[in-house]
Antibody
Framework: QVQLVQSGAEVKKPGASVKVSCKAS????????INWVRQAPGQGLEWMGW????????NYAQKFQGRVIMTRDTSITTAYMELSSLRSDDTAVYYC??????????????WGQGTLVTVSS | QSALTQPPSASGSPGQSVTISCTGT?????????VSWYQQHPGKAPKLMIY???KRPSGVPDRFSGSKSGNTASLTVSGLQAEDEADYYC??????????FGTGTKVTVL
């Protein structure tokens, strides 16, 4: 069965960086794009960007460009999202989510369990 | 890229229908047939309910249906059940390899 398992909760100070992992299993990792979505406490979903696990090509939402880096390690079928220059308003649950099919833009069918990142001095 | 506009709340009694709108522009909802809908219960990850405007993934009840007219997409939940009480979010391809989510709607089953 398809699973996306994320790393545990993090507490970071303002200005620091955080790197969240997303371990994929149960399918061909290189065949489906991985997206990152975040949700601040009590707020809605916000799309951050995607990575093509096959090529490593990425695309980031304009809001996060210059502050986010998405990578992958195909040998361990894991995707990563690193966010730098953290601010208090980056406090959120961060999700990885798989594209529904090899053809993009259809939607996200499997989601990780979420990783709470708290930014506090 | 601005979030798609959804009503903050919607409600209905068990057995009734509720429809949630998702309004964008010709650059996102109106420009592509790539609208999806997600259900999210408190403390849980979102779940895909509709993709490509009208299609249901395997396992999603046929009580859930999607449609689109112009720049507005809609999700209808028919025969409301207690377990349908959740937050719902639309999502659309927005061009230039980007996605955009809606603002979210809290559905209450009265």
């Amino acid at each position: 069965q398809v699973q996306l398992v994320q790393s545990g909760a993090e507490v970071k100070k303002p200005g620091a960086s955080v790197k969240v992992s997303c371990k994929a299993s149960g399918y061909t990792f290189s065949g489906y794009y991985i997206n990152w979505v975040r949700q601040a406490p009590g707020q809605g979903l916000e799309w951050m960007g995607w990575i093509n696990p096959n090529s490593g090509v990425t695309n980031y939402a304009q809001k996060f460009q210059g502050r986010v880096i998405m990578t992958r390690d195909t040998s361990i079928t894991t995707a990563y999202m690193e966010l730098s220059s953290l601010r208090s308003d980056d406090t959120a649950v961060y999700y990885c989510a798989r594209d529904l099919s090899a053809k993009q833009w259809l939607g996200f069918d499997y989601w990780g369990q979420g990783t709470l990142v708290t930014v506090s001095s | 890229q601005s979030a798609l506009t959804q009503p903050p709340s919607a409600s209905g009694s068990p057995g009734q229908s509720v429809t949630i709108s998702c309004t964008g522009t010709s650059s996102d909802v109106g420009g592509f047939n790539f609208v999806s809908w997600y259900q999210q219960h408190p403390g849980k990850a979102p779940k895909l309910m509709i993709y490509e405007v009208t299609k249901r993934p395997s396992g999603v009840p046929d009580r859930f249906s999607g449609s689109k007219s112009g720049n507005t997409a809609s999700l209808t939940v028919s025969g409301l059940q207690a377990e349908d009480e959740a937050d719902y979010y639309c999502n659309s391809y927005a061009g230039s390899n980007n996605y955009v989510f809606g603002t979210g709607t809290k559905v209450t089953v009265l």
